[in-house]
């Protein structure tokens, strides 16, 4: 094998070869079709010393600018290529500026160009020049070129052409620019050399275009798979059965559609990640407010109703970019009562299978009873979004944080040892840290006014709230329920584009967690972010 590849020169020889016809247009005057080289062989070859390959170049000829062997990288199209050397060493690696001519193309015992062209495979054999090392310096074009008369894409036509589809002739040569091959009925025609333009050789390319798909398609599959591994599933199988079309089907179009829409996804998926390890990583560090709640007054007013009691609270917080707000309002003792024997008529009037169904139910049953009695509240927020002219994502961060500032408390349908024996980990954790709960509250939510009286709430009772304001302020938003996680989370339906959501009716709600400071629209904790594990209890898109 070294004798052969001591002089980086060109040789010239005998091949048989076995081709594949490609894709095949005729223009009117010659047909064209796409060839790949599966296998060559190639015999009594011999160096030669030739000026410049661009002189061989004429009639009739395949030329490539590298003839890849089979021991190449596994994502380039390969030939299996057989040079002998001695009896017992043969050379099968690449083959440079590999030019054939003279070829003699058979099929089944016809030379019919037109009929064989369109078989799956064929034979050619013929002359051929190549190379065993690309030349290291640039090939300059040679000094006269006899002219020819040339077609758009580099195509060259020889006078007199004619469609060799209507009329075939066995003795017809072929003639090619590149790998592509061109038929023509004429073969007396005068010899003239024809410019072919060589690119330079860029294998490199080729695996750094495979890793980029192969990136692309896990980075989808993982995107997928936060939603719903079902998706994830059927994507992956669909990029295997791309990978295989991609083998057997050789369309340029197709490819650059698929590599494009790779491309455009990986970088919003890049894109995404960066995003999310700033917004959806960590919980957003945000400044210290202040809950202050005053203590009782009697308010005698109205002398048929008795006493009453009214209590004054005074929030302040800010936002996730620092801006500051303030809510004073007051709540009534009696207002609070009442929501309270409401709840519990409400509680038994409830008829369900589920606990999903009965959430449901009292969900929307508690937002019916309170929303009149939370306008106060209500049109705080409505004249703060109006004077510092906010959007809607503004907005609804500003209720987010207003509901994430206020402590929190587990609240508990029995009483909170019962809970300690009897509820989960987090539950049984939470009462071993001695930290507050309230104990026998139907349901264990408290419906949003109880919530705004006496500022104790836990998951649901905060989403419930946050739900009651949002929808006053003509904002879509959502209450998600978790079996699995024993959890419940806000969902809004503002444009945050990013972060885990779900689709109500072709709105995207974004999750976000209300028990803890610094969780922005779209940001729940890692352990609840799957998609599928949430269900949606109530919902609001109207605006």
């Known amino acids: 094998m070294s004798a052969i590849k001591e002089i980086a020169s060109f040789y010239k020889g005998k091949f048989t070869g076995i081709f594949q016809p490609g894709n095949k247009q005729s223009n009117g005057y010659f047909t064209i079709a796409d060839l790949q080289c599966a296998y060559l062989r190639i015999d009594e070859y011999s160096q030669v010393e030739i000026p410049h390959?661009?002189?061989?170049?004429?009639?009739?000829?395949?030329?490539?600018?590298?003839?890849?062997?089979k021991k190449s990288l596994p994502w380039h199209k390969k030939t299996e290529?057989?040079?002998?050397?001695?009896?017992?060493k043969f050379y099968s690696g690449d083959l440079y500026n590999v030019l054939i001519k003279d070829l003699h193309i058979k099929y089944g015992g016809s030379e019919n160009y037109s009929s064989v062209m369109h078989q799956d495979w064929i034979e050619i054999s013929g002359d051929i020049w190549f190379q065993l090392e690309p030349k290291k310096k640039k090939i300059p074009p040679p000094s006269t070129i006899a002219e020819t008369k040339s077609s758009n894409k580099g195509i060259n036509?020889?006078?007199?052409?004619?469609?060799?589809?209507?009329?075939?002739?066995?003795?017809?040569?072929?003639?090619?620019?590149?790998?592509?091959?061109?038929?023509?009925?004429?073969?007396?025609?005068?010899?003239?050399?024809?410019?072919?333009?060589?690119?330079?050789s860029r294998p490199?390319?080729?695996g750094f275009g495979w890793a980029l798909k192969l990136l692309a398609a896990f980075a989808i599959a993982y995107y997928l798979w936060q939603y719903s591994p079902l998706?994830?599933?059927?994507?992956?199988?669909?990029?295997?059965?791309?990978?295989?079309?991609r083998l057997l089907w050789r369309n340029q179009i197709f490819r650059s559609i698929i590599s494009f829409i790779l491309v455009a996804f990986l970088i919003y998926f890049l894109y995404s990640i960066i995003y999310r390890d700033g917004i959806k990583g960590d919980p957003v560090k945000t400044r210290t407010g202040q809950v202050k709640m005053d203590p009782p007054v009697r308010d005698d007013g109205d002398q048929q109703q008795g006493p009453d009691y009214s209590i004054s609270k005074q929030i302040e917080w800010y936002d996730f970019i620092s801006r500051f707000y303030s809510a004073q309002y007051k709540t009534s003792q009696t207002a609070f009562?009442?929501?309270v024997a409401e709840q519990e008529r409400l509680s038994q009037s409830i008829s369900f299978r589920t606990s999903q169904q009965f959430f449901t139910q009292f969900y929307e049953g508690l937002y019916q009873i309170d929303r009149q009695k939370i306008q106060q509240v209500a049109?705080?927020?409505r004249d703060s979004a109006r004077i510092k002219n906010l959007n809607q994502i503004e907005v609804a961060e500003m209720v987010v944080t207003f509901i994430q500032e206020i402590p929190y408390y587990l609240v508990h349908d029995g009483t909170c040892q019962m809970a300690t024996q009897n509820g989960n980990d987090f539950v049984r954790e939470y009462h071993r840290a001695k930290k507050p709960c309230i104990s026998n509250i139907k349901g264990g939510v408290?419906?949003?006014?109880?919530?705004l009286h006496n500022l104790k709430g836990d998951c649901d009772t905060r989403s419930l709230l946050g739900f009651t304001i949002l929808t006053e302020l003509k904002i879509p938003c959502s209450v998600w329920l978790s079996e699995v996680y024993g959890h419940s989370i806000l969902g809004v339906g503002v444009p945050v584009g990013h972060g885990i959501f779900k689709s109500i009716e072709g709105v995207k709600h974004y999750g976000v967690e209300l028990t803890a400071k610094g969780f922005r629209l779209g940001m729940v904790a890692p352990e609840n972010a799957r998609s599928a594990n949430w269900d949606i209890s109530i919902y609001n898109n109207q605006l």
């Open 81 to 88: 290529i057989f040079i002998a050397v001695r009896e017992d």
């Open 379 to 381: 049109t705080i927020f």
């Open 157 to 200: 036509v020889l006078p007199g052409g004619r469609d060799l589809l209507v009329e075939d002739s066995p003795t017809t040569k072929g003639m090619t620019t590149g790998n592509r091959f061109n038929f023509f009925p004429a073969p007396n025609q005068p010899t003239r050399p024809i410019i072919q333009t060589i690119q330079p």
């Open 337 to 339: 009562d009442k929501s």
């Open 204 to 206: 490199w390319m080729f």
């Open 53 to 69: 390959i661009e002189t061989l170049k004429t009639n009739d000829y395949w030329f490539q600018l590298r003839l890849r062997a």
């Open 446 to 451: 408290q419906s949003p006014y109880e919530f």
């Open 231 to 245: 998706l994830s599933g059927i994507f992956l199988g669909a990029a295997l059965l791309y990978g295989i079309v």
